[in-house]
């Protein structure tokens, strides 16, 4: 049986502190008004707060840390975290360890305060302990001089974009239209830093008591700021209203557009500020929620798109292949992948290579994320027959040379792809599996003829990303988690000297990480390969052939840029963790 842990008032008394009269004093004191022990124990004097954030330290076996002692101060790192996050929840982050990140706080008991920052901070928290009126005053004395923190996360939206005087005032009734609005102002911010955060969401999430404002970057959401609730309407109506959409109808999903200009100080450098390069587009949809409609903007930069195949994260020998596909006068190639995993920007990739004067190129897609110079592009709706199936159809009397079909999500539009295929077409499309072999059992699922699936397919791309770490503040990794080297086939002597881990600074947020790659799994159909498909043989059969014939899986792929120092190990088997534990 584990053994119970002492009170604290019992380990006080153990230390001279108090008598037993005090302490039941204190704990009727506490029960009365719904404080803690320790509180109470301060209020009436019988302890001091450090002699309490000492006891509490020995009860939950946690270190107690003296912030007034000598070298106490060069280990607090306050960059490794979100300035609101420090001072609304008065922890002191120290330097970070193998991706585990000490924190100083003050109250053990507060779990739902540590399962957040873990969350929010994407790393393994290791709880200190001081007293509350310790790390305010380190807090206070430090946050003042801290001039170098990421200027993108400093302070509340809230308070950056609307005057206090103002801010008392708003209520539904505030103009939402007047570009001097201060809702107005508030909403221009979100959508600027969002962009210069190198965001691809902003999410909007009306709640019991706030509204929520997160922001997805490198595929991970973070939490900026939270709003008060009486703004909630004028926010999700300011941006309605940029979006072109009924801001009235709150029952239905709705789905919209915005695009604005952005500063000089915002653009890349050498891009002309009056080119499209200086137009950022927005892909907003509202969504009736319990407590309001919950917003979400896609951010559409029209560089993401056009980045270069070499720098999508292809090792040579993969884009060498895959250079090879794409000029090929007929066929289909299929990029697979859950949602997310960057297959729209490799397929656009290519289409960028591909584009010429002398080639033909249609496009399918629901919806248009980024319009191409010299491209057709046609947006799948719905509502009125202008469907995938339709589409393809008519895209066929229009004698191109290449097509892409946004998604097959159906029998219909799998055949008429496949048709185009085998007429001289070359055909570029998507499918939702978790790796390339299941491709092919996921289109004879639909319906489609095991010949057709065999003759037809050229190659399969499966595809995911991963972060990588950020170039400024990255460091060699001495101890890193054999756990997740083991998920990915590193060896702890392999590993040695070649394993990078994340830090933080201010290029990355404060996060380790800047930026994401992808990783890949391409499978050629080879002739032994198609049979299979054509004798419907099983996806685990057909991936053992295809991995006899070379093709590298999703999690080696990643191993190689872990052992590069351009990611680590837990990002990879995070995001290959069903790959990772079966090989």
Known sequence: MARSRKKLGEILQSWGVGTPEQFDQAVAKAKSSGKRIGEALVEAGVATEEQVAKALAHQFAFEYVDLGSNGVAEKVDLKAMPEDLIRKHMVLPLAKSNGRLPLIIHDPLDLELLDMLRFRLSAEVEPRLASRTAIKKFIDAKMAAKKDAPAAMRGSLVSASIDKSVDKSVDKSIDISSDDAPIVRLCQKMLTEAVRMRASDIHIEPMADRVRLRYRIDGVCIERDNLPKRMQNSVLSRFKLMAGVNIAEKRVPQDGRIKIKMGPEDLAPGVDPNSDQAFVDFRVSACPAYHGESVVLRILRPDSVKIGLPNLGFEEDNLAVFNKIIRKPNGIFLVTGPTGSGKTTTLYSALDVLNRPDKKIITAEDPIEYNFRGINQCQVRDKIGLTFSAILKTMLRQAPNIILVGEIRDRE??????????????????????????????????????????????????????????????????????????????????AKGKVNQPVGCDHCVSSGYRGRKGIYEMMLMSSQ????????????????????????????DGKIKVLRGETTADEVARMTQLEGLGH
């Not at 595809?463 to 086939?489: E, S, V």
């Not at 043989?537 to 006899?548: D, Y």
């Open 413 to 494: 539009v799998a055949e008429i792809a496949i048709q185009a295929a085998l007429t001289g077409h070359l055909v570029f499309s998507t499918l939702h599996t978790n790796d390339a072999p299941s491709a092919i059992t996921r289109l004879i699922d639909m319906g489609v003829k095991p010949f057709l699936v065999a003759s037809a397919i050229q190659a399969i791309l499966a595809q995911r990303l991963i972060r990588t770490l950020c170039k400024h503040c990255r460091a060699p990794d001495p101890d890193p988690n054999p756990r997740y080297l083991g998920l990915i086939g590193i060896k702890p002597d392999e």
């Open 529 to 556: 390969i198609r049979d299979m498909a054509f004798r419907q043989e099983p996806v685990s059969k057909i991936r053992a052939v295809a991995l006899a014939a070379g093709m590298r899986p999703l999690v080696e």
